[in-house]
């Protein structure tokens, strides 16, 4: 199973965007990319997932560089409505075991 | 379309108890997952389901955990007896086998908390 690491903390000032960088360096050729969002009390809940390239959808951007080693969530312009925890998974889709590995997460605070 | 449902919220029980954590998934979900969360950690795979078969469960503690999936629909996860470690969110997530895009999306519901005096 491909491991993700990502700073465990960022602070933001709202109106800012943010960038949160998770490293895969053992991502397999059939891995897709994907960020979870997870508020206090609630399970987590999808943000986007990418494969290669740029992926772009109505609340973040997933940028991931030709050797997949690594991807960027970019939030735009964030509010205090997106303090919350972001997770980074890798993951082979499709029939048989598929297992997504958690991480700590980062914790995303957003200052007024 | 309704969320993953779970049930109860909220469970207080002393150790060597037992408890029972109930799920329902999206309609026309195949897979199905439970999850631990302790406190300030990310989510941890306990048992995976597809349909009403184990796909892994290589992380469920045996020796106290069990859980089903009977007609491939609704789930419930056991604890008996229960120790003050157990304490933490379980979470109950559902995906399509395989998506229009080819990736997979797991749903999540709210969570049952369970505290372990």
């Known amino acids: 199973l491909a491991k993700t690491t990502q700073p465990i903390s960022m602070d933001s000032y709202e109106g800012q965007e943010v960038n949160i960088t998770c490293s895969h360096n053992?991502?397999?050729?059939?891995?897709?990319i994907t960020w979870y969002q997870q508020f206090p009390s609630q399970g987590p809940r999808f943000i986007i997932q990418?494969?290669?390239t740029k992926v772009t959808n109505e609340v973040a951007s997933l940028f991931i560089p030709a050797d997949r080693k690594s991807s960027t969530l970019s939030l735009p312009r964030v509010s205090l409505s997106d303090t919350a925890v972001y997770y980074c998974?890798?993951?082979?889709?499709?029939?048989?075991?598929?297992?997504?590995?958690f991480g700590k997460g980062t914790k995303l605070s957003v200052i007024p | 379309e309704a969320g993953v449902a779970q049930s109860p919220r909220y469970k207080i029980i002393e150790k060597r108890q037992s408890v029972a954590f109930w799920c329902n998934p999206i309609?026309?979900?195949?897979?199905l997952y439970w999850y631990q969360q302790i406190l300030g950690q990310g989510p941890k795979l306990l048992i995976q389901?597809?349909?009403?078969?184990?796909?892994?469960d290589s992380q469920l503690p045996k020796d106290r955990f069990s859980a089903e999936r009977l007609k491939g629909v609704d789930s419930t996860l056991k604890i008996q007896p229960a120790k003050l470690e157990d304490s933490a969110v379980y979470l109950c997530?559902?995906?399509?086998?395989?998506?229009?895009?080819?990736?997979?999306?797991?749903?999540f519901g709210a969570g049952s908390r369970l505290t372990v005096l």
């Open positions: 997530a559902s995906s399509l086998l395989r998506s229009p895009s080819g990736a997979n999306v797991l749903t």
């Open positions: 053992n991502i397999a050729t059939n891995d897709y």
């Open positions: 990418g494969y290669k």
């Open positions: 998974l890798v993951g082979v889709p499709g029939a048989g075991s598929y297992q997504l590995t």
């Open positions: 309609s026309g979900h195949a897979t």
């Open positions: 389901f597809q349909n009403n078969g184990v796909v892994d």
